[in-house]
């Protein structure tokens, strides 16, 4: 049984399906092929940043409250580092280092007419002093902010005058 085709449209898609085949049928392989490998690399930095808040002793009484009980209060320096970096913490003794009987730190009464001792701890006993000579450790196992802990006492019964009384402190973070 013979077919024979009469619409020249259907000789015409027969004849390009027949091409078409035949490309998509040969070989494309190549005769040769080489490959390499690529390193990538990159030097995660140690580094730290941080943040402190104001120590606040509110309001110190040398007559009544404070004339036998120090005035106690707490802080904290916010440390965000590396994961896996080791910082070590310091402060310093402030603007007024000795000017106070007793003690490294003092802070000045605003109107320059005295001096207020006090003093800060790594311990919430208030029994380690964290002086000038202090370095804590923070060894960062996270890359959340830490807070580290900062302890203040003014000692009793410091005859000062009434006022402000400020000092300002110098944080340090080598890592």
């Known amino acids: 049984m013979k077919t024979t085709f009469e619409n020249k449209s259907i000789k015409a898609m027969i004849m390009i399906c027949v091409i078409a085949s035949g490309v998509l049928l040969q070989d494309h392989s190549f005769a040769d092929s080489s490959s390499a490998t690529m390193g990538v690399s990159v030097v995660v930095q140690s580094n730290c ?66 001096y207020l001792a006090y003093e800060l701890y790594t311990d919430s006993g208030r029994q380690q002093l964290w002086d000038a000579h202090t370095t804590v450790k923070y060894y960062a196992n996270t890359s959340e902010t830490t807070g580290l802990n900062v302890y203040a006492k003014i000692p009793a019964n410091q005859a000062v005058p009434n006022g402000n009384y400020y000092d300002e402190l110098t944080i340090t973070v080598t890592y």
Do not use: H, W
């Not at 003690?103 to 007419?113: P, V």
């Open 49 to 114: 940043k941080l943040d402190v808040n104001t120590v606040s002793f509110g309001t110190y009484d040398p007559a009544n409250a404070n004339e036998t009980q120090p005035l106690v209060t707490s802080s904290n320096i916010n440390l965000k580092c590396t994961r896996g970096s080791t910082a070590n913490v310091s402060i310093d003794s402030g603007l007024n280092q000795g000017r106070a009987n007793g003690s490294a730190r003092a802070m000045a009464n605003t109107t320059g007419s005295g």
